[in-house]
């Protein structure tokens, strides 16, 4: 499973092996910013399951801070 993340921190992909073929699932935040990690002295990092749950739940994966969804509308 491969994680990436644009410049602006809004927009993750994850691609993945299902084994069937690759499958690629994409998530955007439209009023947030995700808590990517910065100043990596690696190009990777590997993340655990549950840091992965983290990210796409809006926590920092170093620091576990959430974000603020209280006035974030449905569409």
């Avoid at 990092?45 to 449905?74: F, K, M, P, R």
């Amino acid at each position: 499973m491969f994680v990436f993340c644009n410049k602006s921190r809004d927009k993750l992909k994850i691609l993945y092996w299902d084994n069937t073929g690759f499958a690629l699932w994409y998530k955007r935040l439209d009023k947030h910013k995700f808590k990517w990690p910065k100043n990596l002295c690696a190009n990777t990092l590997n993340l655990t399951e549950q840091q992965l749950h983290w990210l796409l739940s809006g926590y920092d994966v170093i620091g576990h801070q959430q974000i603020n969804i209280e006035n974030a509308s449905i569409i």
